[in-house]
């Protein structure tokens, strides 16, 4: 029998429910709370975190856990726990207010907060004595001068809303080749060209980085970015924040060198990461990214993946208390299982001081290619190859009779939306139908459980129960990943929904004076102030989705309003990409479509899906596709179907050269 049982004990948050047993008198993030909380004249105290959070869970056990903390947070405050995955708005909102206080931002992120919910003070973690003494110090001040509080909060108020409203571009600067390659350069000087990523330490993946760098070195032939990037590919897949026993990337490393990752499992990065590694394959056509692609695959299904075809959100980073517990390795519990293999092993995953963390632990890693270690070792590739195969068996064994890290549970449109598009990018890499179908049931999924009927759709699911009105990142991405499995289906219904969201996307959040599109819709009241998301960041910016999405549909369906709106929108970037071009990818991915050779596949005829997929044996990031087997009313693909033919059309901007019936002249065709 639980001893304290609060109001988050009927939420769908896995992270809400771990604090539901908490003294602390914790309600969910609610509008009708914040009301009470006027009507009771009392400070709000808003801690938003996530379940995977491995500073949340310390703050928990110190603080919210303790009587004496909670009864000084129970006097003098309404206390309110958020969820920042499920709530993306609020946590955005009270992170733009503390980093406007000058502090820096993570998590948890703890905010107090007027009972009209602005802010007026907050930070991120902080010990038992420190935070005690701080919210009674915010406490005793508001009782003592309300007047300054009320002038401090109204101040930040107004700087929240000029940073979240970016107005109308007044010195527009055009979409130019030499604008992004002046924010490559500068870009450029902040490479590890030892180990890959962004030089110093923490690194992060930051697969949408890589995706850009990947299309950029690509079509300039950019040998330094193509080296880069294909240096951190291998880097990151030896690396210990790969988990080399059962696949998939932590969330990132601590050191430069890729090694110790906080261990953290988020569905959004290995969702992206199939997708940069299926195209890196097709480029680099390394085998290690192959298996990189399949395990990280297997991980999801196993580990993250319902019955119904949901993919959950993240693996904890913490097992019985200890970060990392279920990952690591002492020799003496390998030596038990690989017996006379066990020296083979240790020079393979460096059980040495390379592979050394702490406490007798080790972390898997890897040095080499498997050629180079196998003709090192005096294995042919094949021996090796069945070697690793049979000890990633046993380990994964051993570690399941390990207590797992706790799994957040819930499902998120626009991170479910990821894996799809991340299993279409390894089905053109690979041809296999499993990547396929996979990509197919998770997207049934989201139409039958996260969609009205009216179309609208919702941000988080659990357990048959939908929740919170779905947010643009929501939109674009579910746009994105449905217009990428019309691209590698052919079949109409998903360009059909994908249309549908977007003009439900217009309506909700779509803002003319701006040219952009809100991050909540526009419709509904709020505590919190409204967002034009711009930036990308470990996820793309849902502003840079929709950019892209509105590109592709206008070259896909001829609209060419879409295509207007894309330029408007482009004006908000173009004067910050030369300076940051790290926090604008996405949007110089759309940059680089208009500015170099883009082209428009369409392929119809009987063997339109075989010659589909006979395509995709190298990288082609500048071809939008598109194919039928019999005739379509898809305007790119419109009357261009002829009995008894399969017929390629390479076009650019609608206007497409003779057809052919050979892949090999197709693809002669895909020049400046």
């Known amino acids: 029998m639980e001893q304290h049982t609060n109001a988050l004990v009927h939420s769908t948050s896995p992270y809400l429910l771990q604090h539901a047993h908490n003294p602390v008198n914790w309600y969910p993030w609610d509008e009708s709370r914040i009301k009470k909380a006027q009507e009771e004249n009392k400070l709000l105290l808003v801690s938003i975190g996530y379940s995977a959070c491995h500073w949340c869970h310390v703050m928990e056990h110190e603080s919210f856990e303790d009587e004496q903390v909670a009864r000084v947070m129970n006097e003098h405050f309404v206390c309110i726990k958020v969820d920042r995955e499920e709530r993306p708005d609020v946590d955005q909102y009270y992170m733009t207010a503390v980093h406007l206080m000058g502090r820096q931002g993570g998590w948890p992120l703890n905010v107090i907060a007027l009972p009209d919910g602005r802010p007026v003070w907050g930070g991120t973690y902080f010990p038992k004595e420190t935070w005690i003494n701080n919210i009674l110090a915010v406490y005793r001040f508001w009782n003592e001068n309300r007047e300054k509080t009320l002038e401090y909060a109204q101040n930040l108020q107004e700087g929240i809303g000029q940073v979240s409203f970016p107005g109308v571009v007044e010195n527009e600067i055009p979409v130019e080749s030499s604008l992004i390659n002046r924010g490559v350069d500068s870009w450029k000087e902040h490479f590890d060209s030892e180990n890959g990523g962004r030089e110093g330490y923490p690194k992060f993946p930051m697969p949408v980085n890589l995706d850009f760098l990947l299309y950029y070195g690509f079509i300039t032939k950019d040998k330094k970015v193509l080296d880069f990037i294909n240096l951190t590919l291998v880097k990151m897949a030896r690396g210990g924040i790969y988990d080399q026993a059962g696949g998939g990337f932590a969330r990132y490393s601590v050191d430069d060198k890729w090694k110790v990752p906080h261990f953290e499992k988020m569905l959004y990065d290995n969702g992206q990461l199939l997708s940069v590694y299926s195209r890196g394959y097709q480029l680099f056509k390394e085998e290690e990214y192959k298996s990189v692609v399949y395990e990280t695959v297997r991980f999801i299904e196993q580990d993250l993946m319902d019955e119904t075809g949901a993919f959950y959100s993240s693996l904890d980073a913490d097992s019985e208390g200890e970060e990392g517990k279920f990952y690591v390795w002492k020799s003496s519990d390998l030596k038990d299982f690989l017996n006379e293999d066990f020296d083979l092993f240790a020079r393979y995953f460096n059980i040495n001081s390379k592979g050394f963390w702490e406490q007798g632990n080790y972390i898997l890693l890897r040095d080499n290619s498997d050629s180079d270690f196998a003709r090192e070792n005096g294995l042919t590739l094949a021996e090796l190859k069945e070697k690793v195969g049979y000890w990633k068996k046993l380990l994964l064994k051993a570690r399941s009779k390990r207590v797992r890290p706790g799994l957040d549970d819930k499902t998120l449109a626009s991170w479910n939306a990821l894996v799809i ?252």
């Not at 930036?535 to 070259?555: F, G, R, T």
């Not at 896909?556 to 879409?562: A, D, F, I, R, V």
């Open 421 to 672: 598009q991340g299993l279409a990018d390894a089905y053109k890499a690979f041809g296999d139908e499993k990547f396929k179908t996979l990509a197919w049931k998770n997207a049934r999924f989201l139409v039958e459980n996260m969609m009205d009927p009216d179309g609208a759709l919702f941000h988080s699911w659990k357990q048959g129960r939908k929740s919170v009105d779905g947010f643009l990142e929501d939109y674009a991405l579910v746009i994105r990943a449905f217009i990428s499995l019309f691209e590698i289906s052919g079949q109409q219904d998903w360009l059909h929904t994908a249309e549908q969201l977007v003009e439900d996307s217009f309506n909700r959040f779509y803002n003319k004076e701006s040219g952009l599109f809100w991050f909540s819709s526009k419709e509904k009241e709020s505590v919190t102030t409204n967002f034009f998301q711009l930036e990308d960041n470990v996820i793309p910016a849902a502003n840079s989705v929709m950019a892209n999405n509105l590109h592709k549909l206008y070259l896909m369906l001829g609209k060419s309003e879409y295509l207007s709106v894309v330029q408007k929108m482009l004006q908000h970037i173009t004067p910050q990409f030369s300076k940051y071009p790290q926090a604008f990818a996405n949007w110089g991915k759309l940059m680089l479509k208009l500015t170099t050779s883009y082209f428009e596949i369409a392929i119809c005829g009987e063997d339109a899906e075989k010659r589909f997929l006979e395509m995709q044996t190298d990288f082609h990031p500048n071809v939008l596709w598109a194919f039928s087997h019999g005739k379509s009313k898809v305007p790119l693909l419109e009357g261009r179907y002829v009995k008894n033919k399969t017929l390629i059309y390479v076009c650019r901007d609608g206007s497409c050269q003779l057809p052919v019936e050979e892949v090999d002249l197709a693809i002669n065709q895909l020049v400046g």
